[in-house]
C-alpha cells in the first residue's frame, strides 16, 4: 500500500508538470503530409480503382497451420489457486488448442467472413482493405453512411455480429446504415506501411479519402479502441466531413482531464465527478494497480513490437495465448480469478469460434507484428500531441461499457468533446462490444444518429 501512495504521489507531481509544460505551448495545428507514399520505395501513380477482393486462404497455407498445431504443446503447470492472475493456465490452453485442432473449420468459417462484400484500393502507396455491408432499403427509412473502425488485438471479424443490426432500421430509429468497415494499414488484409511514421492521425487521412471514393463525403463514424481515436481524429481534424462520431472506449488526454483527476483523488468524493460515475476513475491508487496488472504488452508493444512480433509469428499457438489472453480479461475485468479466465464458460460472451476467426486472420495474414507497430508510433508522440486539446465540435455519442478497461466520466471527456449528445451507461459488456452486446451498441449508434438528425432542420 506504501508502495501505490508513493506512485500515487508520483504521478500527481508529474501530471501537474505535464500540466504545466503543455498549456506553456501554443498548441500548433496538426500538421499531416497530404500526399505521402507508405508503400515501399519512391513515390508511384497511384491506382485508384477499387477491387473486389474475396478471402481465400490456400491449402498449403491450411496444412501447414495443421502441422504447427500438431506439434506437442509443452505446457508450464499453473501455480495452485493462481488461476488467470498469472496469465494463461496450461489446463485451458490445453483445452482451446484442442478445440481449435478438432473442432474448428476455417474453410467453414470463411465462408461467413466471405457472406460481406470485400474491396481493396490504393491509398497514399498501400492496398487498403475494406467490408461493405449495404444497408437494407424500406419505406421511410434514411439510409446514412457509417464508418466503423476496429482496434487491436481485433479486426473487421468483429463487426460481424452486429452488421445485420445496424444495416436493418431499429424501431423508432428511421435509419439503416450503409456501412464501411476497413483494416487498419497493417491489420489483416491491409497492407502494412514500409516506413516509419503510421499511427492514427495518418490512418485518419487514409481513411477520410477512402470514404470519399467511395463516393462519401459526409458520414458517421464509429470506433472502439484504436478505431475510437482514429475517428476522433477524424472528427477533430476533417468536421466538415464527419456528421458525427460514436465511441465505445472513452478515453481522453487533454490539460483539463488531467487537472480534474487530480483534484478528484484530493478533494472528497462527488465534488469534482458525480457520486454515479466516482467508480470510473477512483480510488486512484487500485485504478493505478490495475493499469500496471494488465498493460505489460502496452509497454512492450510501444518500445520493441518487433521483438515481440517475431516470436508470436512463429507459432499459431504462442499467437492464440498472447490474444486469447486479452479476450478474457477486457470482456470481464474478474475473469483473472476463474481458472479458465472465463473462456470455456458456457456463459462467456463471445463464442470460441469467433475469437478464433480473429486469430485465424492474424495468423494467415502474418500481420501481428505490424498491427503492433501502431502502439510504437502512437505512444512515441503521445506527450507532445498537439491535437489531444483541439477540441472536437461535431455531435459525439459515449457507449460506457461496465468491464472496459477505462472509461471517462462525461465531465472528463467534455474537455475534448464539446457536444456530446448521447453517454450511456451499459448493463453489461467490455471492450470487444460489438462482439459480446452487439444488441446495446447498435441501439446506442441508432439513438444517438437518431438524436443528431432530429436537431436538423
Known amino acids: 500500500m506504501g508502495f501505490l501512495r508513493i506512485l500515487v504521489a508520483g504521478l500527481l507531481v508529474a501530471g501537474a508538470g505535464h500540466f504545466v509544460w503543455r498549456v506553456m505551448q501554443e498548441p500548433p495545428p496538426p500538421y499531416i503530409d497530404p500526399n505521402p507514399w507508405w508503400g515501399p520505395g519512391e513515390h508511384q501513380k497511384e491506382d485508384t480503382t477499387v477491387r473486389p477482393f474475396k478471402i481465400d486462404v490456400p491449402q498449403a497455407d491450411l496444412d ?46 470463411e465462408e461467413r467472413l466471405n457472406s460481406y462484400p470485400h474491396f481493396k484500393t490504393q491509398i497514399e502507396g498501400l492496398d487498403i482493405h475494406f467490408l461493405r455491408a449495404a444497408a437494407k432499403k424500406a419505406p421511410g427509412v434514411t439510409v446514412v453512411p457509417l464508418l466503423m473502425v476496429h482496434g487491436w488485438p481485433g479486426s473487421i471479424v468483429e463487426f460481424y455480429n452486429i452488421l445485420p443490426l445496424l444495416t436493418a432500421p431499429q424501431e423508432g430509429s428511421g435509419v439503416a446504415f450503409e456501412v464501411i468497415c476497413p483494416s487498419i494499414p497493417g491489420y489483416a488484409f491491409s497492407q502494412a506501411s514500409a516506413k516509419q511514421g503510421l499511427g492514427d492521425l495518418q490512418t485518419a487521412q487514409i481513411f477520410l479519402k477512402l470514404m470519399k471514393r467511395l463516393g462519401f463525403e459526409r458520414f458517421f463514424a464509429q470506433g472502439g479502441d484504436w478505431g475510437s481515436l482514429i475517428v476522433t481524429d477524424m472528427a477533430t481534424l476533417y468536421p466538415d466531413n464527419v456528421l458525427g462520431i460514436h465511441i465505445n472506449m472513452a478515453l481522453v488526454n487533454t490539460n483539463g482531464r488531467f487537472v480534474k483527476a487530480m483534484l478528484g483523488s484530493l478533494l472528497p468524493a462527488g465534488l469534482v465527478v458525480d457520486a454515479k460515475d466516482q467508480h470510473k476513475v477512483y480510488p486512484l491508487g487500485k485504478k493505478i494497480s490495475m493499469f500496471l496488472r494488465e498493460t505489460g504488452y502496452l509497454h512492450i508493444q510501444s518500445t520493441k513490437p518487433d521483438t515481440i512480433g517475431a516470436a508470436l509469428n512463429q507459432l499459431p499457438v504462442s499467437l492464440a495465448v498472447y490474444i486469447l489472453e486479452k479476450f478474457s480479461t477486457w470482456t470481464n475485468k474478474n475473469n483473472p480469478w476463474l481458472p479458465d479466465g472465463g473462456l470455456l464458460q458456457p456463459d462467456f460472451p463471445i463464442p470460441l469460434d469467433q475469437i478464433f476467426d480473429n486469430i485465424c486472420v492474424y495468423w494467415f495474414t502474418g500481420s501481428i507484428t505490424s498491427s503492433m507497430r501502431f502502439y510504437a508510433e ?19 455519442g459515449i457507449g460506457a461499457f461496465p468491464h472496459e478497461l477505462s472509461v471517462d466520466p462525461k465531465n472528463f471527456l467534455a474537455h475534448k468533446f464539446y457536444d456530446i449528445v448521447t453517454y450511456r451507461d ?7 462490444a460489438a462482439m459480446e452486446r452487439p444488441h446495446l451498441l447498435a441501439s446506442d449508434i441508432h439513438n444517438f444518429v437518431k438524436a443528431v438528425r432530429q436537431r436538423q432542420p
Open 64 to 109: 501447414d497451420l495443421k502441422m504447427r498445431l500438431s506439434l506437442p504443446l509443452r505446457l508450464t503447470p499453473a501455480l495452485q489457486d493462481a488461476n488467470f492472475t498469472y496469465g494463461f493456465t496450461d489446463t485451458t490452453l490445453d483445452a482451446v488448442v484442442k478445440y481449435w485442432r478438432t473442432k474448428y473449420d476455417w474453410k467453414k468459417r
Open 378 to 396: 502512437y505512444f512515441g508522440k503521445v506527450l507532445t500531441r498537439a491535437i489531444d486539446n483541439i477540441p472536437v465540435r461535431v455531435p459525439a
Open 426 to 432: 451499459h448493463p453489461a459488456g467490455g471492450h470487444f
